[in-house]
């Protein structure tokens, strides 16, 4: 039974049974999420005050500016899931390949990848605006005792186990599914412990808000600028408004709050997008389909793209059921 305020660690220990195949392995793997994710939101509170702020002088796979809080994210999530050897692989936006891990007696017993954008939202960093963590978790599908492979990170969105995000903004939260609704929990940094505080969350059937990165539009297809021209017009509830942090997770945070609709649609210059599929689009599909939202990628659900590449990115609509239904019945028109 769901009470408010319980803490995270009573939650992830009273909902293991209800979880298909627990054995206590993903409660440890959870624990060891919220464990880095408050390093990294001490480190992001005091950004300011410490050598972090700026780039890391480095590109990524992606062949982006690494920032210094990305890459201090990312080593602090690798570290702290590799020295508690609950996961036998890992794949982050900042490591060009992933990760298998052996656990100390070398014979690979961990059932869990983990899938990872160490810090999302990597412009806001330097300019006090809110930014993300966002997880993903499969079940391996190489046997057990072997080596990961690449097989085992891509897997379909529809095969997770678990996912979530933390977000680092006002107050600093941790949402995550284990597919059997989505639940909130807000650190209390005095304290350094995670409480419940947005139970059983959900999308509204609709929203008001709409968030895309306008500057791009020149280059949207035009299925995408009719519908943002529908969010526009004096009609009915409309005009919508228009909110856009840049961060994914804040944007997905807010609109899943509020009712909203997350848009980054491919482009003439963006040919399939800016998000990755593994880490970012497929957890935020699974959260959002478990608040009762939707995620497409236009006609496909998010979900059932079968991935190539463990970088690939695909266009990316999210958000409140109405919305996203009528952003497809404008891009049906054309495509
Ligand atoms: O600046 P743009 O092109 O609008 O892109 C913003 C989007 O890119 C991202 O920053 C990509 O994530 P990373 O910061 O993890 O690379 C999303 O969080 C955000 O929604
Ligand atoms: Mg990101
Ligand atoms: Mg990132």
């Known amino acids: 039974m769901t009470k408010k305020n319980q803490t995270l660690g009573e939650f992830i220990i009273e909902n293991q049974s209800s979880f298909k195949y627990s054995s206590g392995e993903l409660s440890k793997?959870?624990?060891?999420?919220?464990?880095?994710?408050?390093?990294v939101n001490h480190e992001v509170n005091k950004a300011g005050l410490v050598?972090?702020?700026?780039?890391?002088g480095d590109t990524n796979v992606q062949g982006e500016e690494q920032k210094k809080l990305d890459v201090f994210a990312n080593e602090k999530f690798i570290s702290t899931l590799?020295?508690?050897?609950?996961?036998?692989?890992?794949?982050?936006?900042?490591?060009?390949?992933?990760?298998?891990?052996n656990s100390?007696?070398?014979?690979?017993?961990?059932?869990?990848?983990?899938?990872?954008?160490?810090?999302?939202?990597?412009?806001?960093?330097?300019?006090?605006?809110?930014?993300?963590?966002?997880f993903s978790i499969y079940r391996r599908v190489t046997p057990v005792g072997t080596p990961v492979t690449l097989a085992d990170f891509l897997q379909p969105g529809n095969k997770q186990v678990?996912?979530?995000?933390?977000?680092?903004?006002?107050?600093?939260?941790?949402?995550?599914?284990?597919g059997d609704g989505v639940n909130g929990f807000t650190l209390n940094p005095a304290l350094g412990t995670f409480y419940l505080s947005h139970p059983n969350m959900q999308f509204p059937e609709t929203g008001k808000i709409y968030s895309v990165n306008e500057g791009n539009y020149v280059h949207f297809l035009q299925g995408v600028?009719?519908?943002?021209?529908?969010?526009?017009?004096?009609?009915?509830?409309?005009?919508?408004?228009?909110?856009?942090?840049?961060?994914?997770?804040?944007?997905?945070?807010?609109?899943?709050?509020?009712?909203?609709?997350?848009?980054?649609?491919?482009?003439?210059?963006?040919?399939s997008g800016k998000l990755r599929l593994l880490y970012e689009c497929n957890p935020m599909a699974f959260i959002a389909e478990q608040a009762n939202g939707l995620a497409v990628g236009g006609k496909s659900r998010i979900m059932d793209i079968e991935p190539t590449e463990l970088h690939q990115r695909v266009p990316f609509f999210c958000g409140s059921r109405k919305m996203v239904e009528k952003l497809q019945e404008c891009?049906?028109?054309?495509h």
């Not at 793997?29 to 390093?39: D, G, M």
């Not at 020295?83 to 990760?99: L, Q, W, Y």
């Open 104 to 134: 100390n007696d070398n014979k690979h017993q961990n059932k869990y990848v983990v899938l990872i954008d160490p810090l999302d939202g990597s412009s806001n960093v330097d300019v006090n605006v809110s930014v993300g963590t966002i």
């Open 29 to 39: 793997l959870i624990n060891a999420i919220r464990l880095a994710a408050k390093v």
């Open 225 to 271: 600028k009719d519908y943002i021209k529908y969010c526009q017009q004096e009609e009915g509830d409309r005009p919508y408004t228009s909110r856009y942090i840049g961060s994914l997770v804040s944007d997905f945070h807010r609109n899943m709050i509020k009712g909203g609709i997350y848009m980054y649609p491919k482009s003439s210059v963006t040919e």
């Open 82 to 101: 590799k020295n508690r050897e609950i996961v036998c692989g890992i794949a982050s936006e900042e490591e060009d390949s992933f990760i298998a891990i």
């Open 51 to 56: 050598d972090i702020l700026g780039d890391a």
């Open 162 to 178: 678990a996912a979530g995000y933390v977000v680092y903004g006002t107050s600093t939260m941790l949402v995550y599914t284990t």
């Open 331 to 334: 891009l049906d028109k054309y």
